[in-house]
C-alpha cells in the first residue's frame, strides 16, 4: 500500500474527534498525513484494508474497472469524508485522487483497539458504515431506476448538499468522472447540463464549467423526484 503514497508522513497525535468519530474518552491516536498527486492511487482493489482514511483536502473517487475496460465510480470523497471503512480484510475497491489531495491515514488495528471497550466508538463507526451503505444504496437506485435529467439532477443536489460555498458549487471532478458516477455517456452529461442551463437552473460562471451556480434549486429538485 504505501508504494502509492506521494509524501512523506507527518505522524503527530490527534483526538479522534478531529476525524469526526466519537469515543468514550476521545482518545489520543497517531495520525498521517499524505499529499497524494492528481490522479495517483490511494489504495488498490484487493489490497489489506489496513488503514481507515479521510479528506482533508482535495477530493478522491473510488471505483472499480469492469471487464471491458468501463470505469465505474461508486462515490466521491470530499474534505471530513471517512473512506476505507471496509467488513473484511481487502478494499473492494480502487481510489485515486481527482485532484492534488491531502488525506490522514489511522491504522484500522488503532480503532479496532479501542473499539474493544468502547460502546461510543463502536456507534460511530457503525453510523458511519450505515452512512457509507445508504449512499450505495441511493447510488444503486440512481442507476437503474433514473432517467438521464434525474441522474444530472441528482448528482447536482448531492454536490450542492456537500460542496457548495459562497453559493457556488465548485466541482473538483470532470466531465468523465461524472459520467463514470452516474452510468452516463460523456457526450450525455454535457448535452443535460447545457439543458439545465437553458432552462435557467443553473449558470456556468467559467471556461472549463466547474464552477457553477444553482439558479432554481426547487425546480432542480422536481427534476430528481421524477418516476
Given at each position: 500500500?504505501?508504494?502509492?503514497?506521494?509524501?512523506?508522513?507527518?505522524?503527530?497525535?490527534?483526538?479522534?474527534?478531529?476525524?469526526?468519530?466519537?469515543?468514550?474518552?476521545?482518545?489520543?491516536?497517531?495520525?498521517?498525513?499524505?499529499?497524494?498527486?492528481?490522479?495517483?492511487?490511494?489504495?488498490?482493489?484487493?489490497?489489506?484494508?489496513?488503514?481507515?482514511?479521510?479528506?482533508?483536502?482535495?477530493?478522491?473517487?473510488?471505483?472499480?474497472?469492469?471487464?471491458?475496460?468501463?470505469?465505474?465510480?461508486?462515490?466521491?470523497?470530499?474534505?471530513?469524508?471517512?473512506?476505507?471503512?471496509?467488513?473484511?480484510?481487502?478494499?473492494?475497491?480502487?481510489?485515486?485522487?481527482?485532484?492534488?489531495?491531502?488525506?490522514?491515514?489511522?491504522?484500522?488495528?488503532?480503532?479496532?483497539?479501542?473499539?474493544?471497550?468502547?460502546?461510543?466508538?463502536?456507534?460511530?463507526?457503525?453510523?458511519?458504515?450505515?452512512?457509507?451503505?445508504?449512499?450505495?444504496?441511493?447510488?444503486?437506485?440512481?442507476?437503474?431506476?433514473?432517467?438521464?435529467?434525474?441522474?444530472?439532477?441528482?448528482?447536482?443536489?448531492?454536490?450542492?448538499?456537500?460542496?457548495?460555498?459562497?453559493?457556488?458549487?465548485?466541482?473538483?471532478?470532470?466531465?468523465?468522472?461524472?459520467?463514470?458516477?452516474?452510468?452516463?455517456?460523456?457526450?450525455?452529461?454535457?448535452?443535460?447540463?447545457?439543458?439545465?442551463?437553458?432552462?435557467?437552473?443553473?449558470?456556468f460562471i467559467d471556461n472549463n464549467q466547474?464552477?457553477?451556480?444553482?439558479?432554481?434549486?426547487?425546480?432542480?429538485?422536481?427534476?430528481?423526484?421524477?418516476?
Amino acid at each position: 500500500m504505501l508504494m502509492h503514497l506521494t509524501s512523506a508522513a507527518l505522524p503527530r497525535p490527534h483526538c479522534l474527534s478531529e476525524l469526526g468519530i466519537a469515543a468514550a474518552s476521545d482518545p489520543m491516536v497517531s495520525l498521517n498525513e499524505f499529499t497524494y498527486r492528481r490522479g495517483s492511487e490511494i489504495y488498490g482493489e484487493k489490497e489489506a484494508a489496513d488503514y481507515v482514511y479521510q479528506v482533508k483536502a482535495g477530493a478522491v473517487r473510488s471505483y472499480k474497472l469492469l471487464s471491458d475496460g468501463r470505469r465505474q465510480i461508486s462515490a466521491f470523497h470530499v474534505p471530513g469524508d471517512v473512506f476505507g471503512l471496509e467488513n473484511g480484510s481487502v478494499h473492494r475497491f480502487t481510489t485515486e485522487a481527482v485532484v492534488d489531495a491531502t488525506v490522514r491515514l489511522i491504522r484500522r488495528e488503532s480503532l479496532d483497539a479501542i473499539a474493544g471497550s468502547d460502546g461510543i466508538l463502536i456507534r460511530s463507526l457503525l453510523r458511519l458504515t450505515t452512512m457509507n451503505l445508504r449512499h450505495a444504496e441511493d447510488h444503486m437506485l440512481l442507476l437503474g431506476r433514473k432517467t438521464s435529467l434525474e441522474r444530472v439532477a441528482a448528482f447536482l443536489i448531492e454536490m450542492d448538499r456537500r460542496l457548495t460555498a459562497a453559493g457556488i458549487l465548485a466541482l473538483p471532478m470532470s466531465r468523465r468522472d461524472i459520467a463514470d458516477y452516474l452510468g452516463l455517456t460523456l457526450e450525455t452529461v454535457s448535452r443535460t447540463l447545457s439543458y439545465l442551463r437553458d432552462l435557467g437552473i443553473l449558470g456556468f460562471i467559467d471556461n472549463n464549467q466547474r464552477h457553477i451556480v444553482l439558479l432554481d434549486r426547487q425546480q432542480l429538485a422536481g427534476l430528481d423526484r421524477r418516476n
